[in-house]
C-alpha cells in the first residue's frame, strides 16, 4: 500500500526560505533513498529556476496544465510534465501562468481540490511530496493545504513573523475545520539565524515557549550564510554548492528530523514487523482497514441510536460503551480474511493471548496459555532473539494503541512524559471532535493534571492523596475558563 506524505511548506510571508527548504529537504530526502517530487506551486517560479530549469516560460508543461486538466477532468498521463533533476528529485515545475490560474480555479467546481485530485493519483510513486508554497493566503496555497498531510512553516526569527504565525494558525485551522480534518503541523522551522546576536537567541526563546507547547518547534535552524544565498538559480542543492557548510549540515538534520516524525508512528511499527518476517522466514500478511482511524474519528457518521447526537459527525473516541475502533479496524477485517479463506481451506486459529490473559480466551487456540508462556516470558523470548520493539515495553507496561482513552491513567501518564508529538496530536484530536478524550477529562485536563502531580510530588506530597484530589479540583475549575468539561 502506498504510504507517502504529502508536505506543504508554507507561509503568507515571502523571503522566509520556503523555496530553498523545499528544494533541500527534499534533496535530503532523496538522499535516504526517499522517492521525491517537489512541486512548484508558486508562479514566481523560484523553486523551478533553483534547481537549474532557468527558463521555466518555455517549458512545455507546468502544474498550471495539470490544474487545468484536473479542472476540465480530462486524463493526466503518467509522469506528465514531470522533470528529473540530478541530485534525485522530481519536480513539477511553475511558471508566470500559474499566476492566472488562481483566477480560472476560483469558478472550477471543487476549487480547493483541484491540487488534491492531482496528488492523490500520483502518490503511489513516492514517499514524499513537498509543495513549494506561494506566499499568500490565495487560492492555490488552499490548494496546498487541502492536498497535505502536514505543513512546515519556516520562519525567520523575528518579533513581526510572530504576528504572521498566529494569522497563519488561523487559516490552518479554518482549513482544517472546513476542508482537511487531517491536515498536522510538523512544526515550525526558524530560517536564516544568525545565532551570533543575542536578539536572535532572545527571540527563538520566546518563540519556542509561546509555540512549543502547542507545536512542534524543529531542534534544527538553518543558520543564515551567503553560500546558501548563493545557490538560488545555480540549480543545485546546498549539499552540492557547499557540501561541507554549516547550512547543508542543518538541513541535513532537518532531513532526519522530519523522518524522525513518521519512525516515531507508523512505519516505525512496520520496521518491527518487517524484521520478524525475516527473521521467521515466511511472509506475514498484514491486515489493514481501507480506512484509517482518522476517517472514522471524523468522518464515518452512522444512523445514531441517539437522537441528540444526530448533529454530530464522526464516531469520535471510543469509550467504554462505544469501542468501535477494535471492531471496524482490526476484528472485522480479520474475520473477513478469515471467512474468504475458509471458502477454500480449512483453517485453524492460533491467537496470541499470553498464559496470563486466560479471562480473554473464547473459543479458537491459545498456544502461549498452553505452553504457559506469560506475557513476561514472551517479552524475554524476543529479547533473547534481538527485538526490543524499540524500547516501548521498557516504558509502558502493556503496549496498546497509544491513543486509547481506554488506557490506564498511568499509561497515559507516560504517554505524555515521553511522547510530547504524539500528546500533541491527542490534544488536536480532541480540540476538534465533540466527545472528551475521558469522561472527566479532556486531553488538555490531563496534561494538566499530570503537571499538577509532578508539581505536588516535588513539594513532597502523596498523589493518592484526598488533599491532592481537593487541590487537583481546584486547578482544574481554575483552568476551567480554557477547558470545556465533559460532553459526552
Ligand atoms: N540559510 C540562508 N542563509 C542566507 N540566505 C538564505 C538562506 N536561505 C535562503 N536564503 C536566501 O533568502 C532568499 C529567500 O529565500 P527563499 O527560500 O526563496 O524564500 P521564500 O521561498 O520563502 O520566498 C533567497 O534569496 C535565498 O537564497
Ligand atoms: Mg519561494
Same mark, same amino acid.
Given at each position: 500500500? *502506498?504510504?507517502?506524505?504529502?508536505?506543504?511548506?508554507?507561509?503568507?510571508?515571502?523571503?522566509?526560505?520556503?523555496?530553498?527548504?523545499?528544494?533541500?529537504?527534499?534533496?535530503?530526502?532523496?538522499?535516504?533513498?526517499?522517492?521525491?517530487?517537489?512541486?512548484?506551486?508558486?508562479?514566481?517560479?523560484?523553486?523551478?529556476?533553483?534547481?537549474?530549469?532557468?527558463?521555466?516560460?518555455?517549458?512545455?508543461?507546468?502544474?498550471?496544465?495539470?490544474?487545468?486538466?484536473?479542472?476540465?477532468?480530462?486524463?493526466?498521463?503518467?509522469?506528465?510534465?514531470?522533470?528529473?533533476?540530478?541530485?534525485?528529485?522530481?519536480?513539477?515545475?511553475?511558471?508566470?501562468?500559474?499566476?492566472?490560474?488562481?483566477? #480560472?480555479?476560483?469558478?472550477?467546481?471543487?476549487?480547493?481540490?483541484?491540487?488534491?485530485?492531482?496528488?492523490?493519483?500520483?502518490?503511489?510513486?513516492?514517499?514524499?511530496?513537498?509543495?513549494?508554497?506561494?506566499? /499568500?493566503?490565495?487560492?492555490?496555497?488552499?490548494? /496546498?493545504?487541502?492536498? *497535505?498531510? /502536514?505543513?512546515?512553516?519556516?520562519?525567520?526569527?523575528?518579533?513581526?513573523?510572530?504576528?504572521?504565525?498566529?494569522?497563519?494558525?488561523?487559516?490552518?485551522?479554518?482549513?482544517?475545520?472546513?476542508?482537511?480534518?487531517?491536515?498536522?503541523?510538523?512544526?515550525?522551522?526558524?530560517?536564516? &539565524?544568525?545565532?551570533?546576536?543575542?536578539?536572535?537567541?532572545?527571540?527563538? +526563546?520566546?518563540?519556542?515557549?509561546?509555540?512549543?507547547?502547542?507545536?512542534?518547534?524543529?531542534?534544527?535552524?538553518?543558520?543564515?550564510?551567503?553560500?546558501?544565498?548563493?545557490?538560488?538559480?545555480?540549480?543545485?542543492?546546498?549539499?552540492?554548492?557547499?557540501?561541507?557548510?554549516?547550512?547543508?549540515?542543518?538541513?541535513?538534520?532537518?532531513?532526519?528530523?522530519?523522518?524522525?516524525?513518521?519512525?516515531?508512528?507508523?512505519?516505525? #511499527?512496520?520496521?518491527?514487523?518487517?524484521?520478524?518476517?525475516?527473521?521467521?522466514?515466511?511472509?506475514?500478511?498484514?491486515?489493514?482497514?481501507?480506512?484509517?482511524?482518522?476517517? =472514522?474519528?471524523?468522518? =464515518?457518521?452512522?444512523?445514531?441510536?441517539?437522537?441528540?447526537?444526530?448533529?454530530?459527525?464522526?464516531?469520535?473516541?471510543?469509550?467504554?460503551?462505544?469501542?468501535?475502533?477494535?471492531?471496524?479496524?482490526?476484528?472485522?477485517?480479520? +474475520?473477513?480474511?478469515?471467512?474468504?479463506?475458509?471458502?477454500?481451506?480449512?483453517?485453524?486459529?492460533?491467537?496470541?493471548?499470553?498464559?496470563?490473559?486466560?479471562?480473554?480466551?473464547?473459543?479458537?487456540?491459545?498456544?502461549? &496459555?498452553?505452553?504457559?508462556?506469560?506475557?513476561?516470558?514472551?517479552?524475554?523470548?524476543?529479547?533473547?532473539?534481538?527485538?526490543?520493539?524499540?524500547?516501548?515495553?521498557?516504558?509502558? /507496561?502493556?503496549?496498546?494503541?497509544?491513543?486509547?482513552?481506554?488506557?490506564?491513567?498511568?499509561?497515559?501518564?507516560?504517554?505524555?512524559?515521553?511522547?510530547?508529538?504524539?500528546?500533541?496530536?491527542?490534544?488536536?484530536?480532541?480540540?476538534?471532535?465533540?466527545?472528551?478524550?475521558?469522561?472527566?477529562?479532556? &486531553?488538555?485536563?490531563?496534561?494538566? #493534571?499530570?503537571?499538577?502531580?509532578?508539581?505536588?510530588?516535588?513539594?513532597?506530597?502523596?498523589?493518592?492523596?484526598?488533599?491532592?484530589?481537593?487541590?487537583? #479540583?481546584?486547578?482544574?475549575?481554575?483552568?476551567?475558563?480554557?477547558?470545556?468539561?465533559?460532553?459526552?
Amino acid at each position: 500500500m *502506498a504510504n507517502c506524505k504529502v508536505i506543504a511548506v508554507t507561509n503568507q510571508k515571502g523571503g522566509v526560505g520556503k523555496t530553498t527548504t523545499t528544494a533541500n529537504l527534499g534533496i535530503g530526502l532523496a538522499q535516504e533513498n526517499k522517492r521525491v517530487l517537489l512541486i512548484d506551486a508558486d508562479a514566481q517560479n523560484s523553486l523551478t529556476l533553483s534547481l537549474g530549469y532557468l527558463k521555466p516560460d518555455d517549458l512545455p508543461v507546468t502544474l498550471t496544465d495539470i490544474i487545468q486538466s484536473v479542472i476540465d477532468d480530462k486524463p493526466i498521463p503518467d509522469g506528465h510534465g514531470i522533470l528529473h533533476h540530478g541530485e534525485g528529485v522530481d519536480l513539477l515545475p511553475a511558471n508566470i501562468t500559474l499566476s492566472g490560474m488562481e483566477i #480560472r480555479l476560483i469558478n472550477a467546481m471543487n476549487r480547493e481540490r483541484a491540487l488534491r485530485t492531482y496528488i492523490n493519483e500520483i502518490k503511489p510513486h513516492y514517499d514524499y511530496i513537498l509543495i513549494d508554497c506561494m506566499p /499568500s493566503l490565495g487560492i492555490m496555497p488552499l490548494n /496546498s493545504l487541502a492536498a *497535505a498531510d /502536514s505543513v512546515i512553516i519556516p520562519s525567520q526569527p523575528s518579533f513581526l513573523s510572530a504576528k504572521g504565525l498566529d494569522l497563519l494558525m488561523h487559516s490552518i485551522s479554518q482549513v482544517k475545520r472546513q476542508i482537511n480534518p487531517k491536515l498536522k503541523i510538523d512544526g515550525i522551522l526558524f530560517t536564516m &539565524v544568525d545565532s551570533r546576536t543575542n536578539e536572535a537567541k532572545e527571540i527563538i +526563546a520566546s518563540l519556542r515557549a509561546h509555540y512549543g507547547e502547542k507545536i512542534r518547534v524543529f531542534g534544527t535552524e538553518i543558520p543564515f550564510s551567503v553560500r546558501a544565498a548563493e545557490t538560488s538559480g545555480r540549480g543545485k542543492s546546498i549539499y552540492a554548492h557547499d557540501k561541507n557548510g554549516k547550512v547543508a549540515a542543518a538541513y541535513h538534520a532537518l532531513t532526519k528530523e522530519v523522518l524522525e516524525i513518521e519512525r516515531k508512528t507508523e512505519r516505525f #511499527r512496520n520496521d518491527a514487523v518487517d524484521r520478524l518476517e525475516a527473521y521467521i522466514g515466511r511472509p506475514i500478511i498484514r491486515l489493514k482497514a481501507a480506512r484509517d482511524f482518522e476517517y =472514522y474519528f471524523y468522518e =464515518y457518521t452512522p444512523k445514531r441510536k441517539n437522537p441528540a447526537l444526530s448533529q454530530y459527525r464522526g464516531m469520535s473516541w471510543p469509550g467504554p460503551r462505544g469501542r468501535w475502533c477494535t471492531g471496524i479496524l482490526k476484528t472485522r477485517i480479520v +474475520a473477513a480474511y478469515l471467512k474468504k479463506l475458509k471458502e477454500e481451506y480449512t483453517v485453524i486459529e492460533y491467537v496470541g493471548i499470553a498464559a496470563d490473559e486466560t479471562k480473554r480466551i473464547k473459543d479458537k487456540n491459545y498456544p502461549l &496459555v498452553e505452553w504457559g508462556m506469560t506475557e513476561k516470558d514472551c517479552l524475554s523470548y524476543c529479547y533473547r532473539r534481538g527485538f526490543d520493539w524499540g524500547g516501548l515495553y521498557e516504558i509502558f /507496561s502493556r503496549v496498546s494503541c497509544w491513543c486509547c482513552p481506554l488506557q490506564s491513567l498511568e499509561e497515559l501518564r507516560k504517554l505524555y512524559r515521553h511522547f510530547p508529538d504524539l500528546w500533541r496530536q491527542l490534544e488536536e484530536w480532541d480540540n476538534s471532535t465533540w466527545r472528551t478524550f475521558l469522561k472527566n477529562y479532556s &486531553v488538555r485536563q490531563l496534561a494538566a #493534571r499530570f503537571d499538577f502531580e509532578d508539581e505536588w510530588q516535588k513539594n513532597g506530597g502523596n498523589i493518592r492523596s484526598r488533599a491532592f484530589y481537593t487541590a487537583l #479540583r481546584q486547578e482544574l475549575s481554575r483552568l476551567g475558563s480554557e477547558v470545556t468539561l465533559c460532553r459526552r
